[in-house]
T-cell receptor
Framework: AQSVAQPEDQVNVAEGNPLTVKCTYS??????LFWYVQYPNRGLQFLLK??????LVKGSYGFEAEFNKSQTSFHLKKPSALVSDSALYFC??????????????FGAGTRLAVHP | SQTIHQWPATLVQPVGSPLSLECTVE??????LYWYRQAAGRGLQLLFY??????ISSEVPQNLSASRPQDRQFILSSKKLLLSDSGFYLC????????????FGQGTRLTVV
């Protein structure tokens, strides 16, 4: 079955330190992977995606993600965390069997807390 | 540029009352449209999706229904709300291509009392 796992419910980081939010996936065929961020009582905002090509993908707000095919991972990273990065982060993969419907399979989310 | 509007932002409804949440997309045509529900501020559950006017697919049988009366309009409805319908409802759209990301509305916080 296709799935996305975010193994950490919460990640705590000190401001200025690097952050990593982990994501692993299981999908048939080539994976199309996405990261989203959600602030309280708001919709999800798209951060970045991996479709093909360079394994290091750069996105919005200084975030980047590294695609690792052998480990089936797509971890989100940022070199220097800001307090304003504190939010809920979702990893998603396109459902390979969704055809033209472009359905996404989401992980359970990881809450990032950046402390001053 | 494309924008997605979702309203209302918050809603408190009594058990047994009807529901209508509306979502519209601007700046694009023939979008795929989606309704999600998010419970307890965590995981997203896909409720309905649509690839065209009048075409609705349901992921999970439930007390809700969806309609797409116009190309860029998606409506989530219920005839009689249950307590378990409370949650955060999100509308989203994508383009038709396989590599496209989804864009989300701001969400509706529904509390059934």
């Amino acid at each position: 079955a296709q799935s996305v796992a975010q193994p950490e419910d919460q990640v705590n980081v000190a401001e200025g330190n690097p952050l990593t939010v982990k994501c692993t996936y299981s999908v048939s065929g080539n994976p199309y992977l996405f990261w989203y961020v959600q602030y309280p009582n708001r919709g999800l905002q798209f951060l970045l995606k991996y479709i093909t090509g360079d394994n290091l993908v750069k996105g919005s707000y200084g975030f980047e993600a590294e695609f690792n095919k052998s480990q089936t991972s797509f971890h989100l990273k940022k070199p220097s965390a800001l307090v304003s990065d504190s939010a809920l982060y979702f990893c998603a993969v396109r459902d390979s069997f969704s055809g033209g419907y472009n359905k996404l399979i989401f992980g359970a989310g990881t809450r990032l807390a950046v402390h001053p | 540029s494309q924008t997605i509007h979702q309203w209302p932002a918050t809603l408190v409804q009594p058990v047994g009352s009807p529901l209508s949440l509306e979502c519209t997309v601007e700046g694009t045509s023939n979008p795929n449209l989606y309704w999600y529900r998010q419970a307890a501020g965590r995981g997203l559950q896909l409720l309905f999706y649509s690839v065209g006017i009048g075409q609705i697919s349901s992921e999970v049988p439930q007390n809700l229904s969806a309609s797409r009366p116009q190309d860029r309009q998606f409506i989530l409805s219920s005839k009689k709300l249950l307590l378990s319908d409370s949650g955060f409802y999100l509308c989203a759209w994508t383009n038709r291509g396989p590599y496209t990301e989804a864009f989300f509305g701001q969400g509706t916080r529904l509390t059934v009392v």
